[in-house]
């Protein structure tokens, strides 16, 4: 399960505890879940029968109730006893230091396993050390641990949890800034990597993104000579990559969105001649095609993207096309239906060189990397504000992660001198 789908699950859980102890209990002013028109429709839908079979099952009913309440506990961190017309707006949040990893990393990934634990793989130090270690976070300890080797150094590379619960680490930089076709799978019950088959082409700055089937589709990337318009998919129960159609714009160091209807949206990068782009186009898996979709207001590579509750896409910061690459503030949304982008607030800082953002439990995004504070935006404003808390200096390409208890985790990165960092952080809503 893909940690958007179990935040869902979770939600869905938290409403029937919520129907459930309000019939039962005093103690209904514990639990308060916020959902949309049509999902209260689907949960009246599905979830009545089970809340029912709690009430005239009394012998069932405590043990359930506390399960329930445990689960919807996670999922519902953040409480409130207003109704929805006088809620008032919820506080942004912070950051604090965290416990730091066992080494130094940037461009590096980190990947929840099916036992919720965070496997962090790979990255570069300084002097153009790549690491071919891994280490795991344990949330419920706080602590780090070493694990299994890859095959080969790697950084900048992608991870992507298999209908297995494997997690596929492919492509990406080994020493010397050669780009990699070489794919292993990390195996959390053994603790060890295993080669897999190779991509069809080599590709550092792509993306990949797990498609509702099931399989790994990864889009453009650089090869070490031109950028791609390749794309391929790879299917865990062949254990092979397919070669797909190609893009309509060779790109790399772009975003990759998977849709609420299952199509992915790709938006940005950097082009031949290093060019920044500001195209956009759409894979739908149902015909194995990609199309292109209205522009960008602002070209921009190595920005940040993510789906919004509403289904939209938020795309903020990144580079823009002057020679050395200005970080950019400006952030738009894209509107699937329409099929166009439009403008929305303006980031409280410049910044680029981003890992994906958050969509935290409650409809925000946090928006940390490539400056030292970090910022929650807002779909219901449409504006950015910065949080509580700082990073240590401005670190690019850390790699962060959401937890079940709507907490964040931000590991590594490194900073303007190029110097990478072990220091971690949490966000706190």
């Known amino acids: 399960m893909t940690p958007r789908a179990l935040r869902i ?10 129907a459930a102890l309000k019939c039962l209990s005093p103690f209904n002013t514990l639990l308060t879940t916020e959902m949309s028109e049509s999902r209260r429709r689907s949960f009246i839908s599905h979830g009545r029968s089970a809340v029912l079979h709690a009430i005239k099952n009394p012998t069932m009913r405590c043990r359930r109730l506390t399960s329930i309440f445990l689960y919807s506990f996670l999922a519902c961190p953040a409480q409130s006893q207003n109704s929805a017309h006088t809620r008032p707006t919820p506080a942004v949040g912070g950051l604090i230091a965290a416990r730091a990893m066992t080494s130094a990393r940037a461009g590096h990934t980190a990947t929840v396993l099916p036992d919720f634990r965070v496997l ?63 794919c292993e799978d990390y195996d959390s019950e053994t603790g060890r990597f295993t080669i897999r088959g190779n991509m069809h082409s080599r590709r550092a700055g792509m993306a990949a993104t797990v498609l509702r089937d099931g399989r790994i589709l990864v889009t453009g990337g650089e090869d070490g000579s031109q950028v791609l318009d390749s794309a391929e998919t790879y299917d865990v129960l062949t254990g092979k990559w397919t070669v797909a159609p190609k893009m309509t714009t060779p790109r790399a160091n772009h975003s990759a969105t998977l849709l609420s209807d299952g199509r992915v949206l790709i938006t940005g990068g950097t082009g031949d001649h290093h060019s920044v782009l500001a195209s956009a186009e759409i894979y739908d898996p149902k015909i194995g095609k990609f199309a292109a979709t209205a522009s960008l207001h602002d070209a921009r590579s190595r920005h940040t993207a993510a789906l919004l509750a509403n289904g939209r896409v938020l795309i903020a910061g990144g580079a823009d096309a002057t020679t050395r690459g200005t970080a950019l503030s400006s952030a738009e949304i894209y509107d699937p239906q329409a099929g166009v982008f439009v403008p929305t607030g303006k980031l ?27 910022e929650i935006y807002d779909p219901k404003t449409g504006s950015f504000a910065t949080i509580s808390g700082r990073l240590d200096a401005a670190r690019y390409y850390p790699a962060t992660i959401q937890l079940m208890d709507g907490t964040t985790r931000i590991f590594g990165g490194y900073d303007s001198l190029g110097v990478s960092t072990a220091k971690t952080w949490i966000y706190r809503p």
Do not use: C, N, W
């Open 120 to 182: 962090i793989v790979g990255g570069k130090q300084e002097r153009g050390l790549v690491l071919a270690t891994s280490e795991i976070y344990d949330p419920t300890t706080e602590t780090f641990s070493p694990t299994g080797r890859m095959s080969g150094p790697r950084e900048g590379h992608v991870a992507a949890v298999l209908s297995d619960g494997k997690v596929l680490i492919a492509g990406g930089l080994t020493r010397g800034g050669v780009p990699l076709a070489s």
């Open 348 to 374: 409280a800082e410049p910044r680029f060189k981003l890992p994906d953002s958050t969509a935290l439990l409650d409809g925000r995004v946090l928006i940390v990397g490539g400056a030292a504070s970090a």
């Open 9 to 18: 699950f979770l939600t869905y859980l938290g409403v029937l505890a919520s």
